[in-house]
C-alpha cells in the first residue's frame, strides 16, 4: 500500500471459490494452506499469476500433515535451523540500487535452499540464498527466505506521539516483482508513503490525500486511471472554496499536480486534502438557508 498496489486480503474459502481471477498477485505466508487452495492457487499461478510466499509459508495442509506446496509443486527445497538469528543480506547487482546490505532478524532461520534454475536477486553472508525467482509457465513465482514485511516493520523509526517513519528499501521485497509484472495501479503519488484514495461514484472521483512522512511534499504529481476525459478538477483553497486546478488527461491517465502537501509534523488539521475529478459538472451551491435558535 505504501507504493499504492492497493492490497486486500482474501480467505482461503474465497481462493478455493475461485475469486483468485480477479487478483494480479497474491502474498502467502501462513505455513498452513489448504489443499483446495494450494490447488487452486497452482493453476491460477500457471495461468499468469504472481505468486509471492516466504519464509516457512505453505509447508503443511489445513490439519497440519507435511505438504511442502513450493517443494512438491516448483521444486524449491528448504531446510530451517531452530534458534533465532540475525544475519547480513547481500543483494545482487541486479537489485543492489533498491536494496542495499543490511541485517535482517529469523525466528526460524532457512539452514539451506535449493532451487535449480530460479534466479537469485539476493543471499545471506553465510551461505543460503536469500531471495529468488523463476517463471511458471505464464505466471511467477518469488520466494524470500525471510519475513519481509516484518523486517521492513522492524526498520521503521517510531516517535512517542508522532507518525511511523517508513524506509524505502525494504520495501523492495515486497514491491520489486510487481514492478516487474507490470502490475496495474488505479491512483499512484510520485512520492511513497501518502495516504491516497480514490473513491468513485458515478459523478467522478474523490481524492483524498494525507503526507505521512516527515517531510512537506512539493509538487506532488497525482496519477489517476480514467478512461474519459473528466470535466474538470477541482479542491478547496484555504477559505474553504472550491477551485479549478490543471490537470491533462492521455492514455487513459488524469494527471495533475498538489503545489504543497504538508507533513503530519505541521500538525493535525493540516495534513489532509481533497481533490474532486468530475465526469459531470459540479451540483449548484446554492443552500437552503438555516434557522438557529
Not at 495533475?256 to 489532509?272: A, H, K, Y
Request: glycine letters at 6%.
Amino acid at each position: 500500500s505504501h507504493e499504492y498496489f492497493q492490497p486486500e486480503l482474501v480467505t482461503e474459502e474465497q481462493v478455493a471459490a475461485g475469486d483468485l481471477d480477479h487478483y494480479d498477485a497474491l502474498y502467502v505466508l501462513e505455513t498452513h494452506v489448504s489443499r483446495a487452495a494450494s490447488d487452486r492457487i497452482l493453476s491460477w499461478t500457471k495461468r499468469g499469476g504472481l505468486l509471492w510466499t516466504c519464509a516457512d509459508s505453505f509447508l503443511r495442509d489445513e490439519y497440519d500433515a507435511p505438504k511442502d506446496f513450493l517443494s512438491e509443486n516448483f521444486g524449491l527445497n528448504r531446510s530451517f535451523g531452530d534458534k533465532p538469528v540475525k544475519r547480513f543480506l547481500l543483494p545482487s547487482d541486479d537489485v543492489a540500487s533498491l536494496l542495499p546490505a543490511h541485517r535482517i532478524e529469523q525466528a526460524k532461520p532457512l539452514a539451506d535452499l535449493a532451487w535449480s534454475g530460479a534466479k537469485v536477486l539476493a543471499k545471506y553472508e553465510d551461505g543460503p540464498s536469500a531471495w529468488l525467482e523463476k517463471d511458471y509457465h505464464d505466471g511467477r513465482v518469488v520466494y524470500v527466505g525471510h519475513r519481509a514485511g516484518l523486517d521492513y516493520t522492524r526498520k521503521a523509526i517510531r516517535l512517542g506521539g508522532m507518525r511511523t517513519i517508513w524506509p524505502d528499501y525494504p520495501r523492495a521485497f515486497l514491491t520489486r516483482p510487481l514492478h516487474q509484472r507490470k502490475v496495474v495501479r488505479e491512483l499512484t503519488v510520485s512520492e511513497p508513503i501518502v495516504l491516497a484514495h480514490a473513491l468513485s461514484s458515478k459523478g467522478g472521483d474523490v481524492i483524498v490525500l494525507a503526507n505521512m512522512r516527515a517531510d512537506d511534499l512539493e509538487n506532488l504529481e497525482v496519477r489517476l486511471r480514467s478512461p474519459a476525459k473528466p470535466v474538470s478538477v477541482q479542491t478547496f483553497d484555504e477559505n474553504v472554496n472550491l477551485v479549478e486546478v490543471p490537470f491533462t488527461h492521455a492514455d487513459g491517465i488524469v494527471l495533475f499536480t498538489v503545489p504543497r502537501l504538508p507533513s503530519f509534523l505541521s500538525g493535525w488539521n493540516e495534513i489532509g486534502q481533497l481533490y474532486f475529478v468530475r465526469s459531470k459538472p459540479a451540483p449548484s451551491a446554492e443552500r437552503l438557508g438555516m434557522l438557529c435558535a
